[in-house]
Antibody, heavy 125, light 107 residues
Framework: QVHLVESGGGVVQPGGSLRLSCAAS????????MHWVRQAPDKGPEWLTF????????YYADSVKGRFIVSRDNSKSTLYLQMYSLRPEDTAVYYC??????????????????WGKGTTVTVSS | EIVLTQSPGTLSLSPGERASLSCRAS???????LTWYQQRPGQAPRLLIY???RRATGIPDRFSGSGSGTDFALTISRLEPEDFAVYFC?????????FGQGTKVEI
């Protein structure tokens, strides 16, 4: 059973830094791309970043490009999100999620699949 | 950048009724890359539908997805008490993923 547990959230001052972790279990972590998604209070989810299974390719939303860095350690089955220059608008619950696929070689469907329970980041002075 | 607009913002219905949710894209997108999620209060989103019309594992058949081009829909044929939640659509643009703002289905 796929299990994702985020950690590292907390209260940080504007301009500060924080590193989030996502511990994965129940599947072969190194075979799957991973996402970070956040959700501000009473708002819809906002996609932040994707990293492919071996870490060689990353994509970022414009809102975090240049401030956030995604990485992974497949030997530890752990995903990371290093956040710099944090702003009040970065306040949210941060989720990690798996990138999965279904289908056959003729046609694969890709989708964000299993999510963790999230960790809360509050940026406030 | 593709924008997904969901409507209505809130849907007030009773158990047993049919719910029809809309997700409209700002430009034509492949249905292969359209996904729906359910989010109950205090929980993470849960995958319902991928490829616009394919139910994820374990999702009851009262949930169905349809659509193509710019117009997509999620239908819940007969609402169960546990279906009262917020529903989001998501588009995978290859290197950019975009969520709709959500539709709340309330009693």
């Amino acid at each position: 059973q796929v299990h994702l547990v985020e950690s590292g959230g907390g209260v940080v001052q504007p301009g500060g830094s924080l590193r989030l972790s996502c511990a994965a279990s129940g599947f072969t972590f190194s075979r799957f791309g991973m996402h970070w998604v956040r959700q501000a209070p009473d708002k819809g989810p906002e996609w932040l970043t994707f990293i492919e299974n071996h870490g060689g390719v990353q994509y970022y939303a414009d809102s975090v490009k240049g401030r956030f860095i995604v990485s992974r350690d497949n030997s530890k089955s752990t995903l990371y999100l290093q956040m710099y220059s944090l702003r009040p608008e970065d306040t949210a619950v941060y989720y990690c999620a798996t990138w999965n696929r279904s289908g056959s070689s003729a046609l694969y469907y890709y989708y964000i699949d299993v999510w963790g329970k999230g960790t809360t980041v509050t940026v406030s002075s | 950048e593709i924008v997904l607009t969901q409507s209505p913002g809130t849907l007030s219905l009773s158990p047993g009724e049919r719910a029809s949710l809309s997700c409209r894209a700002s430009q034509s997108v492949s249905s292969d890359f359209l996904t729906w999620y359910q989010q109950r209060p205090g929980q993470a989103p849960r995958l319902l539908i991928y490829g616009a019309a394919r139910r994820a594992t374990g999702i009851p058949d009262r949930f169905s997805g349809s659509g193509s081009g710019t117009d997509f829909a999620l239908t819940i044929s007969r609402l169960e008490p546990e279906d009262f939640a917020v529903y989001f659509c998501l588009h995978n643009g290859g290197s950019l993923w975009t969520f709709g703002q959500g539709t709340k289905v309330e009693i």
